[in-house]
């Protein structure tokens, strides 16, 4: 029961039987399904609740695909108030015939705020996108293309009397905006407030007989073709594939975390991926040290930085814990990472941050001295913030769990000691020279992915982006009393895990504009003395001791501290096109921003590339394939490559 509307999540006698009857046999599902065109058939759904409706679809969707091998599953899901966890556990107990489903959702269940969780089931097959907010409000910042993404509406959710906030004009206005022509819609309730406001956004409406005892419910499909579904032109992502009829090859140059998340969900969407790497082992750059800590850089308010970082982390957890409940294992350890308050300016922040009550007690949560010392296992006078599903992992591991996963998942071929020389666009193909390929090798893709960290200044066509190079030294600092108790990440200016081989990661350095990698004794005195004087009042932070071992390697980073992904582009052609940016026009006045149309990157990772990488990475791999994305508008501008090409033009500074 939901006392604040004085209504069901659903039926406990008959919810089931419901779900399908309403929101399945009212869409013309599994039926649908047989002649779909496109890679996946997208459903999004207005109340999510107990998740019912998505674990009924995933269900009948499992059964169907014996049938249809090649479709994928995307469910697009809404919650304004979502249930805790121990709440859909107990609910969902009640279905014992979808336990199969419901244990897997369960497990992936998200920490609760704003934003689209990404969820991935059955090696991809399946994907739900859980948007906590309210849904006309979701939909009005979701993502868009020229033909739509939405194959059928479930139109869930608290009855109109009930709820009558959600069923607004926004809400069916963004519904015919995302809408596919021909797009099935199906709910409940035959409410006059309904029926007019899809009938006025194009859709043709009926009323069919409604389930059990109710006398009717709506039904009908989205026909007109003439409407404005996109709300950007400079920030566009085009992708490149939409039907499943012909193979699509990509080629990813790079071969670490960037490289390797791409290749894992570009093959569970069935495309054919080539990476092309031009070391002889995997993860010789940015992603080579043997730790590295795990955790999201939140901020007191949910400014765009902190909910990217959020958003990332929950996505990242969730694919290196699947990775390694199938066997794809990595040196890891979920210890937690303890956030020290280490000077009154930095305990500020952290008070403002626990104060504003932004970020769930799940995700991040207060640590006084006594209890910070009982995490860490060392004497530790400091309060601070600890991130319990933190910890470190083995990038270097986890790059090679991953492509593994991905070769054995799908067509991933891997070419080590494969230095690309030459990248250019002939007969609408890609084709991709190296210095060394090997016999045989097709160099002809559909699109081509930079992915290759700070090797990005290679690349000429990259040079539009301000990427900077910045070198970081890590020592590889040797276990000694105490830090041998450690039993979690610290972080405060730098970071120290526990130890892994006898060592103990402590970093790090950043020097801008150095690209040697050569390891440097000053850079070991300049790590061990900013310990020291964040650890001031520790017994033992003084006594730490260096054995002049470690490793150097550079980020590639961007000016405003967050990665990009997406198309890349020509600078003339788009600074042409948007030379009057700074009188600020109609958005119509301005034209669509034209792309390489096939060329994307994934860059500007900097040291955050084992939280960010896995949801950039999705994010590209769904552009590419022209599905849904799992990011807002806002958001997902704030990592265009173009952005900053932009920004200048609407300043009026020079490009």
Known sequence: MAEDFDDVYFSNHNGLEESRYVFLEKNNLPQAWTTHPDRSFVIAETGFGTGLNFLATWQSFEQFQTKAQNLQLHFISCEKYPIAKSDLITALAKWPELSHYSEQLIAQYPDLFAGCHRLSFAHGRVTLDLWLGEASQVFLQMHNQANGYIDAWFLDGFAPNKNPQMWNTTLFQQMARLSKQGATFATFTAAGIVKRGLSEQGFIVNKTKGFGHKRDMLIGRFEQPDIERNTARYFQRHGILKT??????????????????????????????????????????????????????????????????????????????????????????????????????????????????????????????????QIAGVDL???????????????????????????????????????????FKQDKQWIVNASAPEKGQNNSFDAVVVASGSDIQQFSFCDAIPYQLVRGQVEALPSQAPLQNLK????????????????????????????????????????????????????????????????????????????????????????????????????????????????????????????????????????????????????????????????NLIRRVEP
């Not at 490793?551 to 582009?569: E, M």
Request: charged share 20%; proline share 5%; glycine share 8%.
């Open 488 to 647: 979690t990440v610290l972080c405060h200016k730098g970071y120290m895990t526990p130890a892994i081989d006898g060592f103990h990661a402590l970093g790090s350095t950043y020097v801008k504009q150095d690209t040697s990698c050569a390891y440097r004794k000053d850079e070991q005195t300049t790590n061990l003395d900013m310990h020291k004087k964040a650890l001031a009042n520790t017994s033992w932070a003084n006594d730490i001791r260096g054995d002049n071992k470690g490793r150097a390697a550079i980020r590639c980073s961007l000016p405003d501290h967050l990665p990009t992904a997406g198309s890349l582009f020509d600078k003339q052609i788009q600074t042409a096109q948007y030379k009057d940016l700074y009188k600020a026009l109609p958005l119509q006045k301005y034209e669509v921003a034209d792309d390489l149309g096939g060329l994307f990157v994934l860059a500007g990772l900097g040291s955050r590339g084992l939280t960010t990488a896995p949801l950039l990475a999705e994010l590209l791999a769904s552009q590419i394939c022209n599905e849904p994305l799992p990011l807002e508008s806002q958001l997902l501008d704030a990592l265009n490559p173009n952005r900053f090409l932009i920004k």
């Open 244 to 373: 499943s009829s012909k193979p699509a090859k990509i080629a990813i140059v790079g071969g670490g975390l960037a490289a390797a998340n791409l290749a894992m969900s570009l093959v569970q969407k069935g495309i054919e991926v080539t990476v092309m790497c031009k070391d002889s082992r995997f993860a010789q750059g940015a992603s080579g040290n043997p730790q590295g800590g795990f955790y999201p850089q939140l901020n007191a308010e949910a400014n765009i930085s902190s909910r990217i970082q959020a958003l990332a982390f929950g996505f990242a957890s969730r694919r290196y814990h699947q990775l390694l409940d199938l066997g794809y294992d990595f040196a890891h350890q979920w210890c937690g990472v303890l956030q020290i308050g280490f000077n009154p300016k930095v305990i500020k922040r952290q008070q403002a941050l626990l104060n504003n009550n932004v970020w769930p007690d799940s995700l991040i949560e207060y640590a006084d001295e006594t209890h910070a010392s």
């Open 381 to 423: 006078p400091y309060e601070g913030l600890f991130i319990r599903q933190g910890g470190w992992l083995s990038p270097p591991e986890l790059v090679k769990a991953m492509f593994k996963y991905a070769q054995h998942l799908g067509q991933c071929k891997i070419n080590l000691n494969y230095f690309v020389t030459e990248i």
